[in-house]
């Protein structure tokens, strides 16, 4: 009798909503069609918290900014921000509750440096030159770390597969986005100049499209080398695997192809034992030598007369050219314009996410460029350790440094400690990925964006994750 009444209520619902969907598709109004995904989300946000999170992380590679469709002048990725905003309200109704996810990410270092950027920013927002700007700049961030952070770490100390589905989930819609990115950009002949939209509308440009790939293409192959894998599967991360790295050379992302050779030497230096002690002192002298030679350095990199090409050999060699490459001078205009803001402000900045509303006036006559402007429509500081300095003051900087120096503990670590291969490929793989992203964080910044957001706290979720159970802490109880 209960089974009947259920699927009498089941018929009944499902005629009644395709009477409604038929008058509404007569009178033109076709959103009603994702009326059941609306109600399944927030049936799995509340009972299925992983299926949430999963479905979250699969749209991610595909979410599309309504800008860029010129829909709306509001910058929304759809349909992941409403999601994500969703995230964060259930993670606020859970900690009024008590604790919102295992207790134990909130002590690992890198929670507590992660939530020390967090207050340090809410401090920076009540001080900013534009509050309403720096609150949605916080709330956005904040949703990110609430659903990639602290909400993927708790599934995967909970539920130890979904490690690697987590990253399955944004490799397989990724190369989605490749496929259709490579077959435009086919009909240019592979040009260097269309390479630099033909990601649109997934992505906003060439430059955040090449550092998600290079994120992506570590724990891609690490993926790929598990052994006791299904043949389907292995066959299809074999595919990922190459149309990944394909994607990142026709990026044409220059900064993109530098982090992938710097975390090819960090891996070589670790395989062959050397410290993170070691590299950091070693890092520490290449920085003050630079510093002492700068004057030198600049000379030197002002003979490169290389302009960015569509011959790969020529545009790597362009990646030191200072004197008529426009998009390294406008990094250079940026930068400084960055310094300044900073030594304006050094102790709060102007607020986070300003950088772009304030930096016109700071900009010197014989920096600019013929891509300088001095409309808020030029994007920000183009890099991940000065914005935070000029937005955030003194404190931003160090925060992000610190969280790096965490990281790399943690990223060592496991990597001498973990006696499973295949985890510890996974996890040095993660880390890689991260470092990826730091190193091409000299050169831009889009944590401001669920394409970056999502792998990145992703992976440091993960890295805390793999760290907490190395050291072993009993696992108590799954709640999802």
Same mark, same amino acid.
């Given at each position: 009798?209960?089974?009947?009444?259920?699927?009498?209520?089941?018929?009944?619902?499902?005629?009644?909503?395709?009477?409604?969907?038929?008058?509404?598709?007569?009178?033109?109004?076709?959103?009603?069609? #994702?009326?059941?995904?609306?109600?399944?989300?927030?049936?799995?946000?509340?009972?299925?918290?992983?299926?949430?999170?999963?479905?979250?992380?699969?749209?991610? =590679?595909?979410?599309?900014?309504?800008? %860029?469709?010129?829909?709306?002048?509001?910058?929304?990725?759809?349909?992941?921000?409403?999601?994500?905003?969703?995230?964060?309200?259930?993670?606020?109704?859970?900690?009024?509750?008590?604790?919102?996810?295992?207790?134990?990410?909130?002590?690992?270092?890198? &929670?507590?440096?992660?939530?020390?950027?967090?207050?340090?920013?809410?401090?920076?927002?009540?001080?900013?030159?534009?509050?309403?700007?720096?609150?949605?700049?916080?709330?956005?961030?904040?949703? @990110?770390?609430?659903? @990639?952070?602290?909400?993927?770490?708790?599934?995967?100390?909970?539920? *130890?597969?979904?490690? %690697?589905?987590?990253?399955?989930?944004?490799? @397989?819609?990724?190369?989605?986005?490749?496929?259709?990115?490579?077959?435009?950009?086919?009909?240019?002949?592979?040009?260097?100049?269309?390479?630099?939209?033909?990601?649109?509308? @997934?992505?906003?440009?060439?430059?955040?499209?090449?550092?998600?790939?290079?994120?992506?293409? *570590?724990?891609?192959?690490?993926?790929?080398?598990?052994?006791?894998? =299904?043949?389907?599967?292995?066959?299809?991360?074999?595919?990922?695997?190459?149309?990944?790295?394909?994607?990142?050379?026709?990026?044409?992302?220059?900064?993109? $192809?530098?982090?992938?050779?710097?975390?090819?030497?960090?891996? #070589?230096?670790?395989?062959?034992?050397?410290?993170?002690?070691?590299?950091?002192?070693?890092?520490?002298? #290449?920085?003050?030598?630079?510093?002492?030679?700068?004057?030198?350095?600049?000379?030197?990199?002002?003979?490169?007369?290389?302009?960015?090409?569509?011959?790969?050999?020529?545009?790597?060699? &362009?990646?030191?050219?200072?004197?008529?490459?426009?998009?390294?001078?406008?990094?250079?205009?940026? $930068? &400084?314009?960055?310094?300044?803001?900073?030594? %304006?402000?050094?102790?709060?900045?102007?607020? *986070?996410?300003?950088?772009?509303?304030?930096?016109?006036?700071?900009?010197?006559?014989?920096?600019?460029?013929?891509?300088?402007?001095?409309?808020?429509?030029?994007?920000?500081?183009?890099?991940?350790?000065?914005? *935070?300095?000029?937005?955030?003051?003194?404190?931003?900087?160090?925060?992000?440094?610190?969280?790096?120096?965490?990281?790399?503990? #943690?990223?060592?670590?496991? $990597?001498?400690?973990?006696?499973?291969?295949?985890?510890?490929?996974?996890?040095?793989?993660?880390?890689?990925?991260?470092?990826?992203?730091?190193?091409?964080?000299?050169?831009?910044?889009?944590?401001?964006?669920?394409?970056?957001?999502?792998?990145?706290?992703?992976?440091?979720?993960?890295?805390?994750?793999?760290?907490?159970?190395?050291?072993?802490?009993?696992?108590?109880?799954?709640?999802?």
């Amino acid at each position: 009798m209960k089974s009947w009444l259920t699927d009498k209520t089941v018929l009944i619902g499902t005629l009644l909503f395709s009477i409604i969907l038929g008058v509404c598709a007569y009178n033109e109004f076709l959103l009603i069609a #994702v009326l059941p995904l609306v109600i399944l989300l927030a049936w799995w946000s509340v009972k299925r918290l992983d299926l949430y999170i999963g479905f979250i992380l699969f749209a991610v =590679p595909l979410s599309i900014n309504l800008q %860029e469709l010129e829909v709306t002048s509001l910058g929304l990725y759809m349909p992941t921000e409403p999601l994500l905003f969703g995230a964060l309200i259930i993670f606020l109704c859970r900690f009024f509750k008590g604790w919102p996810v295992d207790k134990r990410l909130f002590s690992h270092p890198i &929670s507590i440096t992660i939530g020390s950027m967090m207050v340090w920013m809410a401090i920076t927002t009540v001080t900013s030159y534009d509050p309403l700007v720096s609150l949605k700049f916080m709330t956005s961030r904040a949703w @990110f770390i609430v659903s @990639f952070f602290f909400f993927l770490g708790h599934i995967m100390l909970h539920k *130890p597969e979904f490690r %690697e589905r987590m990253l399955m989930l944004l490799l @397989f819609p990724l190369c989605i986005v490749v496929i259709y990115t490579v077959i435009r950009h086919a009909g240019y002949d592979f040009s260097k100049h269309a390479g630099h939209w033909m990601m649109k509308p @997934f992505f906003k440009d060439h430059t955040s499209y090449g550092a998600v790939l290079a994120m992506m293409l *570590p724990p891609t192959i690490a993926l790929l080398s598990k052994k006791d894998r =299904p043949t389907l599967i292995r066959l299809l991360l074999g595919i990922a695997t190459v149309i990944i790295a394909i994607g990142l050379i026709l990026s044409f992302t220059r900064a993109a $192809w530098v982090s992938i050779a710097g975390v090819g030497i960090l891996f #070589v230096a670790m395989r062959i034992g050397i410290k993170l002690k070691t590299l950091a002192s070693i890092g520490a002298v #290449v920085v003050v030598v630079l510093f002492v030679n700068f004057d030198t350095l600049m000379i030197d990199l002002q003979r490169n007369k290389q302009d960015s090409s569509d011959n790969l050999t020529q545009h790597v060699k &362009s990646i030191s050219n200072i004197s008529s490459d426009d998009s390294n001078l406008e990094r250079l205009n940026r $930068w &400084s314009c960055a310094v300044s803001l900073f030594q %304006e402000r050094p102790i709060t900045g102007w607020g *986070p996410g300003t950088y772009q509303f304030v930096y016109a006036p700071f900009q010197k006559s014989d920096l600019k460029t013929t891509i300088s402007t001095n409309n808020a429509d030029g994007g920000n500081a183009h890099s991940e350790y000065l914005g *935070p300095l000029a937005e955030q003051g003194v404190m931003g900087g160090v925060l992000v440094l610190l969280l790096i120096w965490w990281a790399s503990i #943690v990223g060592f670590r496991l $990597w001498n400690n973990l006696k499973n291969k295949e985890e510890r490929n996974l996890a040095v793989s993660i880390y890689l990925g991260l470092m990826t992203y730091f190193i091409h964080g000299v050169l831009n910044n889009y944590l401001d964006t669920d394409k970056a957001s999502a792998p990145f706290w992703g992976f440091l979720a993960l890295l805390v994750v793999l760290d907490i159970e190395s050291r072993g802490k009993a696992l108590p109880k799954a709640t999802t």
